[in-house]
C-alpha cells in the first residue's frame, strides 16, 4: 500500500517500532562442470528502468500499480502538476502495458484536477482505479471511481453518505468479480463491497466501533490502510486499532458474514500495518514502517525481524512466494528489500540520470510470471524540486547455455 495509508495511521497512532537491519550473504555462483563443459555465470536478477512516454510537466507521479498477467498491467497517478499551484493541476494518469511498452490509456472526459492513488485487478477486463480531486481542503475533496471492462473506462459513484466530514480512501482489491474499498472517515471505518451490480456498506468489527475507552481515554478505534481479496468470503484488511487493553497493528478477517479483527503478537506499539500480500491466506505478508513484517496465515502469525526501518508503503508477491517490499529512506532513496533463508536483503532502485532521489509508492507481482513492477517518482535537481514518474521492471537471472 502507499504513502496515503502511512498518512492516515499517522493521525491516530504515530509509527513507534525501531528493528535492525541485516542481509545476508551473497549465493554462491554455479559449480563447476565437467572438463569438457564450460559453464559461464548467469546474470544476477536485477530491477531496471522502463521505457515511459511522454509525461506533462512540472511534475509527475505514479502511486500504484497492478499486472493479470505478463502482457496486462496498469499504472496510475497524475501528471502536469505544480506545485506552486496544487489545489487547481494535476491531470489523472493511467499507462498500460502490453508485454512490450507502457503506453497512455484514452479516459472518459475528466475535468477535475488530481490523481489515480490505487489499481487493482483480476483480468484484463476488470479493472479498478480510485482516486480524489485535488483541493484546498482535505474535506473538499471528492472520490472517483473507475472501471475498466476490456473496451472503455466509466466512472462508477460510490454510495454518499450523510456526514460530511472528509474520508480518506487508502485500499483497493479485486477477486472473483468482487471489488472492494476501504479507508476511514475519522474514528469511522469505511469498506464498501461492489458486487458487480451495487456497492454494499460492511459494518467494522465491533472493537473498532465507539462505545469503550481506549488507552489514553480516547473511543475505541480502528484505521485500515490496505485490503487483499482471495475469495468473496476470504478477504483481509490491515492497519492498527485501540481499545482498553489494546494498542498495535492488526489485521481484519472477512469471511462472507462478518468482519473480526485479528491480532498479530504485538501489543501495546504505536504501530500499523501498511501494506498485504500474498498468493493465499495461509501464504500471507504484512508489512507496516519501522521494520514491522510479519508472515502467516488463519490465526498464527509469525513477526520477522530485522526488516528494513524506512518508510515500507507496499509489500508483493512473486509467483513462488517470495515477498519483496519497498524501503524508502528519508533521503530520499529507494531499495527494494526481498526475504529468504538468511534473513531480509535490500536491492538498491536504479534511478534515471540526473536524478537526486527517488521514492517507490507501489509494487506488483505477476501471476504466472517472474516479471514484477515497481513505481513512484525521481526527484529532479531543480529549485523548487520536481518529480517525474518512473516505474521498474524486475529482470529476472536468465540460465546461461553451457558451451562445449
Not at 49 to 73: C, K, N, Q, R, Y
Request: charged share 15%; hydrophobic share 40%; aromatic share 8%.
Amino acid at each position: 500500500m502507499r504513502k496515503i495509508a502511512a498518512t492516515v495511521a499517522a493521525v491516530l497512532l504515530a509509527s513507534g517500532c525501531t528493528a535492525g537491519t541485516s542481509t545476508s550473504p551473497a549465493p554462491s555462483g554455479p559449480a563447476g562442470g565437467s572438463p569438457e563443459t564450460v559453464v559461464t555465470n548467469a546474470p544476477a536478477p536485477a530491477w531496471r528502468l522502463a521505457a515511459l512516454p511522454e509525461l506533462g510537466g512540472p511534475t509527475s507521479v505514479l502511486w500504484d500499480v497492478v499486472a493479470v498477467d505478463a502482457t496486462h498491467a496498469w499504472a496510475v497517478g497524475s501528471e502536469a502538476y505544480s506545485p506552486d499551484q496544487p489545489n487547481d493541476t494535476g491531470t489523472p494518469l493511467i499507462l498500460q502495458w502490453d508485454g512490450t511498452r507502457w503506453a497512455r490509456v484514452a479516459l472518459p472526459a475528466i475535468t477535475w484536477h488530481g490523481r489515480f492513488d490505487l489499481v487493482a485487478a483480476d483480468s484484463p477486463s476488470n479493472v479498478w482505479a480510485v482516486g480524489s480531486t485535488a483541493a484546498a481542503r482535505p474535506e473538499d475533496q471528492e472520490t472517483h471511481v473507475l472501471h475498466y471492462d476490456g473496451t472503455a473506462w466509466r466512472e462508477v459513484s460510490l454510495p454518499r453518505r450523510d456526514s460530511g466530514s472528509y474520508a480518506l480512501i487508502t485500499g483497493l482489491t479485486v477477486a472473483g468479480g468482487h471489488t472492494w474499498v476501504v479507508g476511514n472517515r475519522l474514528h469511522e471505518v469505511i469498506i464498501e463491497e461492489w458486487d458487480g451490480r451495487s456497492w454494499r456498506s460492511h459494518r467494522s468489527p465491533a472493537e473498532c466501533r465507539t462505545g469503550g475507552t481506549s488507552i489514553g481515554g480516547m473511543p475505541n478505534f480502528c484505521t485500515v490502510t490496505a485490503i487483499k481479496a482471495f475469495r468473496a468470503d476470504d478477504v483481509w484488511a490491515a492497519g492498527n486499532g485501540a481499545w482498553t487493553g489494546f494498542k498495535g497493528p492488526l489485521l481484519f478477517h472477512w469471511n462472507g458474514s462478518g468482519w473480526r479483527t485479528v491480532q498479530v503478537g504485538v501489543n501495546g506499539r504505536e504501530s500499523s500495518f501498511q501494506a498485504l500480500a500474498g498468493r493465499s491466506s495461509g501464504e500471507l505478508w504484512a508489512v507496516g514502517d519501522g521494520g514491522l513484517a510479519v508472515r502467516g496465515g488463519g490465526g498464527s502469525f509469525e513477526i520477522l525481524g530485522g526488516a528494513p526501518e524506512g518508510a515500507l508503503p507496499d509489500v508483493a508477491t512473486d509467483p513462488a512466494g517470495v515477498p519483496w517490499l519497498i524501503d524508502n529512506s528519508p533521503a530520499p532513496s529507494a531499495a527494494l528489500a526481498t526475504y529468504g533463508a538468511g534473513g531480509w536483503v535490500d536491492m538498491p532502485a536504479p534511478q534515471p540520470a540526473g536524478a537526486v532521489g527517488m521514492s517507490l509508492h507501489g509494487i506488483a507481482g505477476t501471476p504466472g510470471s517472474p516479471l514484477m513492477f515497481a513505481v513512484g517518482a525521481a526527484d529532479l535537481p531543480t529549485n523548487p524540486r520536481y518529480l517525474r514518474a518512473v516505474i521498474l521492471e524486475y529482470v529476472p537471472a536468465q540460465p546461461t547455455e553451457p558451451r562445449a
